[in-house]
């Protein structure tokens, strides 16, 4: 596809379009996604395709935002605000960091800052869907608590983008770098324990 231009033209098979790519990009990944395949799934032509995103990446980043909406959304349906921290924070923890570690995450991540500096509104929506939107779910918890005198935080969204930065410690960049693909779950769980632990020990009330 072309890279002169990313913008999104919306239309009557837009939705059609996504869906499609949705479908192959989560089976075959990024580069595995092949243009062709995309249009197939979607039942639609190449040109048409084209005519809606103008660049592979571009595609691969609404899909992207989507797809992280979405999984923040069945999360939060499931997170009960009224459990203590030492109770949600590590599930909280552990859905943060398996998500930045799988394979769509870590395309996620690649594409959006390796085209943020020619695309500014790639890796605006990379942010906006992303980090932004946990700092923001996770601040409404953390003021809940605040408020019930469970933690003691002055700045909120600071504390919550802290705990979401403990969660990446070390296995980040090492699945980044590839210095190790196959990171366990006693590892993980090493991570999050650690994180919940710091975040506790800073913000936590001693009853």
Do not use: W
């Not at 500014?120 to 932004?132: I, N, Q």
């Not at 608590?145 to 002055?154: K, P, S, V």
């Amino acid at each position: 596809m072309s890279d002169t231009h990313p913008a999104i033209k919306k239309g009557r098979k837009f939705d059609q379009v996504v869906e499609g790519a949705r479908i192959v990009f989560l089976r075959d990944g990024f580069e595995g996604a092949s243009v062709d395949d995309i249009a197939r799934e979607a039942g639609v032509s190449k040109a048409t395709l084209y005519s809606y995103f103008p660049d592979k990446r571009v595609l691969f980043l609404e899909i992207a935002a989507q797809e992280t909406r979405r999984q923040a959304d069945a999360f939060e349906e499931r997170m009960d605000e009224n459990l203590s921290p030492d109770a949600l924070l590590p599930n909280v923890g552990r859905k943060i960091l398996d998500f930045i570690l799988s394979d769509f995450g870590q395309a996620v991540f690649r594409i959006a800052v390796s085209e943020s500096d020619r695309f500014p509104e790639l890796g605006r929506k990379y942010y906006e869907s992303g980090p932004a939107l946990v700092t923001k779910r996770l601040s409404q918890y953390l003021a809940s608590c605040t408020a019930r005198g469970e933690l003691a935080i002055d700045d909120i969204e600071l504390a919550a983008e802290q705990f979401a930065e403990l969660c990446k410690v070390r296995v980040q960049s090492m699945r980044l770098f590839q210095a190790c693909c196959d990171i366990d779950d006693s590892e993980k769980q090493k991570v999050i324990d650690g994180a919940v632990h710091m975040f506790l020990c800073c913000y936590g009330v001693r009853k």
